[in-house]
């Protein structure tokens, strides 16, 4: 039986850069929900949120897996289980966004945003963990009504208070039926 994947898009550590103890500890906490309710970590696999939330996992026997941006295996974390070194850069963005069966964003600066709006695309459900800054809080003031990314109205994003309500609302989500409102020849997901 295929095993439900839960990917994890945030804030990628960057040299002389702390993330907040806050957002880290959030991405924790997602990871374990993640890893409790059975399903499996996906995330780009470096530092920031991909570690905190692969840590997360983790520490309660998750499965953790990561696509990395670099072309080698010494760029993973030390909670990945299983490395993509793909090569792509940031190319690999796709990958998580059109691969998994639904996303949690938890902060996130540009290469985050990039993951949103593919997986909007391609209709991945997307849920936003609210006060974990960056487009996390940025995103909803952008919003068409409230809920849509553009007038195409493909994905509703959906926003949680808490690592446990973002894991439960994206595990409702990966039921749904999805929409996706990119070119023909790219439609669907990796999961139908």
């Known amino acids: 039986m295929r095993k439900t994947t839960i990917g994890v898009i945030g804030n990628a550590a960057r040299p002389g850069v702390e ?54 295996f010494s760029h993973a974390n ?22 998994c069966d639904a996303l949690i964003m938890v902060g996130g600066g540009i290469g985050t945003l990039n993951e949103l709006t593919i997986a909007y695309d391609v209709g991945t459900p997307v849920i936003v963990l609210r006060g974990t800054g960056g487009w996390a809080d940025r995103i909803a003031s952008s919003l068409v009504d409230g809920r849509w990314l553009d007038e195409r109205r493909v994905s509703e994003l959906e926003f949680a208070d808490s690592p446990a309500d973002a894991v439960r609302d994206a595990l409702a989500a990966v039921h749904r039926p999805r929409r996706a409102g990119a070119l023909q020849a790219h439609t669907g997901h990796a999961g139908a």
């Open 19 to 72: 993330l907040p103890a806050t957002l880290l500890g959030a991405a924790r906490e997602v990871g374990a929900h993640i890893a409790r309710s059975g399903a499996v970590l996906v995330t780009g696999g470096t530092g920031g949120v991909m570690e905190a939330s692969a840590e997360g996992a983790k520490s309660v026997d998750g499965l953790t897996i990561g696509f990395l941006p670099q072309a080698d």
């Open 78 to 99: 030390d909670f990945t289980d299983i490395a993509f070194p793909t090569g792509m850069g940031t190319m690999r963005n796709i990958l998580t966004a059109r691969c």
